[in-house]
C-alpha cells in the first residue's frame, strides 16, 4: 500500500484506503450532525477579488481559465482581474461569502458544518498536500454571537476528534484579545506584528522570536522578553490566569482575553478532560481571528503541525453596516487519514462492502441468484452475484481475492448453503434469514 | 428558495436544499455499497495529455495556474503542454487513468462507485451547470470483462433511480455494435460518422439527419431511409429483435449487437419492469464506447436532457498490451437535484438536523444543560443547547425560526419535560429515556 501519488500533492487513495476515510468522514457527520450543525457546501471556484477580500494572501491559489475559448470571452487567470475565478484555499472564506448572499435565507445563529476539497499551489511534503479535504464547523451570528459558542464548538470538535481512530490529541487554546492586551499593556502596539513574530516560535525558537521583536518592532529587552514569557505559559487547567497576571500587566483587553479563555477552559476541564491545553504561544497567522484561537496536535505526532485550527472571527462577514461574527474550526482530513494509512493506525475489517458472493451453480442459474441477492440486500447484507459459473473452487478465490467473508451456494435441488471462507464453516441458510454476525455486516474500520 | 446562483453555472444550496441532495447522495451510496461498489475518489486535476488523450475534446475544459509563481515554476495553463493541469469534466477518464496506475493493486473485476464535482466551462442554462455531482458506478476487467456486467450495471442502475424522491424514468438502452453493424451491413462504412449524425436525431429531425447522411457520408437514398428506419426502433421488450430482421441487413456484428440488447431487455422486463426501453435511436457521441450504450430520461421532464448515462468501453483504459475493458454508467445528480428543488418535488420534513432544543432555566443552567443533550445524542437524537437563558417564549421562538419540532425544559427542582412546539403538547421525559417518533428522530425527505 505503500504507493506515491502520480501526481506530486494530490493523493489518491486505493479502495480499502477509502474505506477509513470514509469511516473518517462518517464519523465527523454523525458528530457535527448530533449537534445540530446543517450541511452546506460551496463551489470550489471564488473570484479573485472575493479571495484576496481580507487582503490575506500568503496561500498559493489556482487560478482557472477555459484551455478553449470559442464564446469571445476572455482566458481568465490574471491575478490582477478580481472576476478571474480560482479555487478555494479554504471553507472559511467561502462560507463567510455564502452567508452574506444567503442571510435573508437562514436562521441565525447559523451552525454548519462543510466537508470539502481544498486546493493551494504550495510545495508538497508530509502533511501538505495540493489538494486536500477539510471538515469545517462554524456559528455564525446575526450582529453578535454569545461567546459561549467558542466553548461549544472547542466541546464538540473534541468530542468528534475522540471518536476517529486517531491517536491522543491536544486542543492548544489561546485568545487573541488576552495576547494583544498584554502587548498593549506593555507597549507593544502592533499587535499584529508581535503575533506574526510570535507564530514563529516552533519554527525559529525564543531567540530568534526576540531578535524579529527588536529588530522589526523595535521592542526593548524588556519588552520581548515579556512577550516570550506569555507565550511560554501552558497550563492544563485554570491556573494560566495566575501565570499571566503574575507578569503584572493591566489591560481592559487583557482582562477581557483572559476571562474568554478561562471560561474555555474551565469548560473543557470538565467536559473534555485531558484534551485541552491553554497555550498562550498559539497566534494563528491569519488576520481575520478577534478571540479565541485553536491548533491541535497529534500525542507523538506533533512534527505532523496542526490537525485542527481556527477561532472565533468578528469581522469577516459584512454586510453593509450587518456583521456576522463567527467561530469556527476546521479538521485537516487529508492530513489526519494520510497518517493513519502511512503509520498503519487504523484498519479497516476487510477491503470492500461486499459481505457475501453468491456462486453460479449454471450459468442459468444467474437470474435465480440475483433473486437470492436481492433478498439478502433487502436485509442490508451487502451481497454480488458471481458472473460466470466456474468451479467452486475457482468462485471461492474470487471471494478471497476481493475480500469477500461469505458465499452463497444453491444446488439444483434448492438447497442453500453459506460457506465462511476464512474458517471454512459450511452451513444451511434460508436466503429469507440467514444474517451474518454484526461483525460482518459491515465495514468495521478500527485502531490498530 | 428561488434563488439564482451567484456565479452563473455554479448552484449552491441553502441548508434545506443540502438535505435534499444528501438524501440523494445517502440513497445512492447505500444502493451502490449493497450491491458491492468500492468507493472511490480520484484527484480533481488531470493533465491536459489525459484528458485529450482519447482526442475527445468536445467539453470545454477548465485550465489550472497558480496566481503567485514565486518558485521559478511556469505558470501553465497551456492547451499545448501535456503536463498542464486541467479540472476533471467527468469521472470516467480518470477512472481509467486510476485503474491503469493502481492495477497491482486492485481485484478484477473492478466495481467501484465514485460521487464527485466535475466541472465543464460550458454556457450554463436548465440542466447544464460548470460545476455539478456526478455519480457513476462501473465494473472494469482485467483483459476481459464478461457481457453479464452490462445486464447487472443497468439492473443496479434502476434500483438506485428507483430508491430516489424522482419522478419515473425510462433507460433507454442501445448497443454500438448493433448500430455499426447494421450500417456496415447496408454499405455505410464510416460507421462513427453514421452515429454522430443519428446522436442529433432529437435535436434536429429525422429529415435533415437524412440530408447530412446524405451530402455528409455519401448516403444514398435508401441507406439514409434504412438508418433512420434503425433508429426509429423502439420496444419495451425484446420484439426489437423482429423489427431490425424484417429490415432485411445481416451482418455478423449485427446479430452480437442484437444478441447483447435482447439479453440486457429480456433482464431488465423481468427484473425492472417498465424501466428499460431499447431505443435504437440511442448513439452516445463519445467515441470510446464499444458495445451497450444508456441515457436515461425523467418521465414528464424529458426536455431536462439525459439524467443517467453510459455504456460499454472496452478500449478506454490499457497499460501496454493489457486491456481494461469496462462498463459504466454516470448519474447526473446536480441536474436531478436542481429540478427536483425547482419543481419541489420533494421535501425535507425539517430544516435542520436538529430534533431538540435544550433551554436554558438560568444562564448557570447551561452546563447541566449540556449534560441532558449529551443524555439524548448517546441515543442519536440530535440535539442543541441555547446559548442565553432568555424567556422561555423567545427560546421556542428560536426553535420554531430554526425549525427544530422539541423544545426541553428542566426546572429548578431538576423536573425535565419536553414541549412538541408543533403541536403545543407538553410532557414530562426523563433524559435516559425519552425519544421522539421515528419519524420525527432525523431528517426524512419525501416526495410532494
Not at 96 to 116: D, M, S, T
Not at 137 to 149: A, K, Q, T
Not at 217 to 224: H, M, P, R, S
Not at 361 to 366: A, C, K, Q
Request: aromatic letters at 8%.
Amino acid at each position: 500500500m505503500a504507493r506515491t501519488a502520480s501526481l506530486s500533492g494530490f493523493p489518491e487513495w486505493l479502495p480499502q484506503e477509502r474505506l477509513v476515510e470514509l469511516h473518517v468522514l462518517d464519523t465527523l457527520r454523525k458528530t457535527f450532525e448530533l449537534h445540530g450543525f446543517s450541511s452546506i457546501e460551496t463551489r470550489a471556484v471564488e473570484t479573485v477579488g472575493q479571495l484576496l477580500r481580507k487582503g490575506e494572501i500568503d496561500k498559493e491559489v489556482y487560478g482557472l481559465s477555459r484551455l478553449q475559448d470559442d464564446e469571445g470571452e476572455a482566458a481568465k487567470s490574471d491575478k490582477a482581474d478580481p472576476n478571474a475565478l480560482a479555487l478555494h484555499f479554504d471553507l472559511t472564506v467561502p462560507f463567510a461569502r455564502y452567508v452574506v448572499e444567503n442571510a435573508g435565507y437562514l436562521a441565525f445563529p447559523f451552525r454548519r458544518y462543510q466537508i470539502q476539497k481544498v486546493w493551494r499551489g504550495e510545495r508538497p511534503q508530509e502533511g501538505r498536500a495540493r489538494e486536500f479535504t477539510q471538515a469545517d464547523i462554524d456559528v455564525v451570528g446575526d450582529g453578535e454571537l454569545p461567546f459561549r459558542y467558542d466553548v461549544e464548538i472547542a466541546l464538540v470538535i473534541a468530542e468528534a476528534l475522540s471518536a476517529l481512530p486517531i491517536p491522543d490529541f491536544r486542543l492548544r487554546i489561546n485568545n487573541r484579545k488576552l495576547a494583544e492586551g498584554f502587548y498593549r499593556g506593555i507597549g507593544l502596539t502592533d499587535t499584529a506584528g508581535v503575533l506574526r513574530s510570535i507564530d514563529k516560535l516552533e519554527k525559529i525558537g525564543a531567540e530568534r522570536v526576540a531578535e524579529l521583536l527588536k529588530s522589526e518592532l523595535g521592542a526593548t529587552d524588556e519588552q520581548a522578553g515579556l512577550a516570550l514569557k506569555l507565550a511560554s505559559i501552558r497550563t492544563e487547567d485554570t491556573s494560566f490566569v495566575q501565570q499571566v497576571r503574575a507578569l503584572g500587566v493591566t489591560d481592559e483587553l487583557l482582562e477581557e482575553g483572559l476571562n474568554e479563555l478561562e471560561q474555555v477552559i474551565q469548560a473543557a476541564v470538565q467536559r473534555a478532560p485531558g484534551k485541552v491545553v491553554a497555550d498562550l504561544s498559539i497566534a494563528r497567522g491569519l488576520d481575520y481571528y478577534t478571540g479565541t484561537v485553536v491548533e491541535t496536535v497529534l500525542v507523538g505526532h506533533e512534527q505532523l503541525g496542526s490537525i485542527c485550527s481556527g477561532g472565533r472571527y468578528d469581522a469577516l462577514a459584512s454586510k453593509g453596516n450587518r456583521k456576522f461574527p463567527g467561530v469556527g474550526l476546521s479538521i485537516g482530513v487529508t492530513r489526519l487519514v494520510s497518517r493513519i494509512l502511512s503509520q498503519e493506525l487504523a484498519t479497516a475489517s476487510r477491503s470492500v462492502p461486499t459481505a457475501v458472493l453468491v456462486a453460479l451453480n449454471t450459468d442459468d442459474s444467474w437470474s435465480a441468484a440475483q433473486d437470492i441477492a436481492a433478498q439478502l440486500r433487502g436485509r442490508g447484507i451487502a451481497t454480488e452475484v458471481a458472473a460466470k459459473a466456474e468451479k467452486f473452487g475457482k468462485q471461492i478465490k474470487f471471494a478471497d481475492r476481493r475480500g469477500i467473508p461469505f458465499v452463497w451456494f444453491t444446488d439444483d435441488d434448492g438447497k442453500h448453503q453459506v460457506k465462511d471462507i476464512r474458517t471454512g464453516e459450511q452451513v444451511d441458510a434460508d436466503p429469507a434469514e440467514w444474517t451474518p454476525s454484526e461483525e460482518d455486516l459491515y465495514v468495521r474500520v478500527t485502531t490498530a
